[in-house]
């Protein structure tokens, strides 16, 4: 289903390696200021691990953010990527701490001497740089270039060359916009001019809906041609919605090697006798922190719930006055709602278990 991989360079990020032949790697970004950590905190973000998710970004506008990242990163269960903008003594702090990579923007650093510096301190602690170029956030000498993706492209290449002009080639270059054609035309440009892993995204792409349909369409069409080496699908919305969003894109793509179970769910009509939004999404959250090669019907009514029940491993339905359990094509179960539901968890945990031992 996938052409061919391009081949990039591979980049270390924490314990994750990029590029190359590496999986696709799952990204988001904190969505909120931190001024605290917090056993809340930690445990939000080490669930997105349990969804899919491979490393998280904050932003840092403040010196005191990285402070406090920095005591947060060793508490986490996967790579912390800090974001700066502007003022490069943010960054070289950020590089006292264990965290696994810098999204700078040499451009809004300013003087070569203050990226030189971040350069040199990343290169010793072996921590790469992300060159970061938004199409909100071009360069002026390349506001009025008339061909938006070049421009992208063309401001990502000069921001690589102030690094690699000082010797520093442990780089991931991302070219974003909010439109996502010019994405896309930046993105295969980008590919054809540089060696470097592109880290795919289409940015403020809008709530949930519209983000995760772009998202699908072109940043899918991206990867079906074999380029992207880490994603992040951008939502204004729950970060675990991206997470979600992305490992779903991934796998439908048949790349994201980790299987996930697939969730099979009626839109419900008149006919229902059983809940199945409210269902669903109870169970949906739990269905990508397991590991299987299986799938798992929610149906409203007998119409057609037996029938995708004998397509499912695991499958509820609504039947009348009745709701029934199904393992295959047995009908093992059948009661109210209430007690269907509990024993279809029950079942559902066997199944997670039987899988991880599989
Ligand atoms: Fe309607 Fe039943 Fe089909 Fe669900 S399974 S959409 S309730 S007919």
């Known amino acids: 289903m996938v052409q061919k991989r391009r081949i990039s360079r591979v980049v270390q990020i924490g314990d994750i390696a990029i590029g190359g032949s590496n999986p696709v790697a799952i990204q988001t970004m904190w969505d909120r200021p931190i001024n605290t950590i917090d056993d809340a905190l930690v445990t939000r973000i080490n669930n997105l691990k349990e969804l899919g998710c491979d490393a998280i970004r904050f932003g840092a506008p403040r010196l005191s953010d990285v402070e406090l990242l920095g005591a947060l990163a060793p508490q986490l269960k996967m790579p912390l990527i800090v974001d700066i903008h502007f003022d490069y003594r943010i960054a070289l702090r950020a590089l006292d701490f264990p965290i696994a990579k810098l999204r700078i923007n040499p451009g809004n650093i300013g003087m070569e001497r203050k990226v030189f510096e971040v350069a040199t301190?990343?290169?010793?602690?072996?921590?790469?740089?992300?060159?970061?170029?938004?199409?909100?956030?071009?360069?002026?000498?390349?506001?009025?270039?008339?061909?938006?993706?070049?421009?992208?492209?063309?401001?990502?290449?000069?921001?690589?060359?102030?690094?690699?002009?000082?010797?520093?080639?442990?780089?991931?270059?991302?070219?974003?916009?909010?439109?996502?054609?010019?994405?896309d035309e930046a993105v295969r440009l980008l590919a054809k001019s540089c060696?470097?892993?592109?880290?795919?995204?289409?940015?403020?792409?809008?709530?949930?809906?519209?983000?995760?349909?772009?998202?699908?369409?072109?940043?899918?069409?991206?990867?079906?041609?074999?380029?992207?080496?880490?994603?992040?699908?951008?939502?204004?919305?729950?970060?675990?919605?991206?997470?979600?969003?992305?490992?779903?894109?991934?796998?439908?793509?048949?790349?994201?090697?980790?299987?996930?179970p697939k969730l099979v769910s009626c839109p419900l009509c008149a006919r229902n006798s059983f809940d199945t939004h409210y269902f669903a999404q109870k169970i949906e959250e739990r269905l990508y922190g397991m590991q299987g090669d299986f799938t798992?019907?929610?149906?409203?009514?007998?119409?057609?719930?037996?029938?995708?029940?004998?397509?499912?491993?695991?499958?509820?339905?609504?039947?009348?006055?009745?709701?029934?359990?199904?393992?295959?094509?047995?009908?093992?179960?059948?009661?109210?709602?209430?007690?269907?539901?509990?024993?279809?968890?029950?079942?559902?945990?066997?199944?997670?278990?039987?899988?991880?031992?599989?």
């Open 121 to 183: 301190k990343a290169k010793d602690k072996g921590v790469p740089i992300r060159i970061g170029v938004n199409g909100g956030s071009l360069l002026s000498s390349l506001k009025d270039e008339p061909n938006r993706a070049k421009a992208l492209v063309q401001s990502a290449l000069d921001e690589v060359e102030v690094l690699e002009r000082i010797g520093f080639e442990n780089i991931v270059i991302s070219v974003k916009d909010s439109n996502p054609e010019y994405v």
């Open 195 to 260: 060696d470097y892993p592109i880290h795919l995204g289409i940015t403020e792409a809008g709530t949930l809906i519209p983000a995760i349909t772009q998202s699908a369409f072109y940043l899918g069409g991206l990867l079906k041609d074999g380029i992207g080496d880490t994603i992040r699908i951008s939502i204004s919305d729950r970060i675990e919605y991206e997470v979600m969003a992305a490992r779903q894109l991934l796998s439908l793509l048949k790349i994201d090697e980790r299987r996930m």
């Open 296 to 358: 798992v019907a929610v149906m409203g009514c007998v119409v057609n719930g037996p029938g995708e029940a004998g397509h499912a491993d695991l499958a509820i339905t609504g039947a009348g006055n009745k709701v029934f359990v199904y393992r295959k094509e047995e009908r093992i179960f059948s009661g109210d709602a209430q007690e269907a539901e509990r024993f279809f968890l029950e079942q559902l945990t066997l199944l997670e278990e039987a899988s991880m031992h599989a």
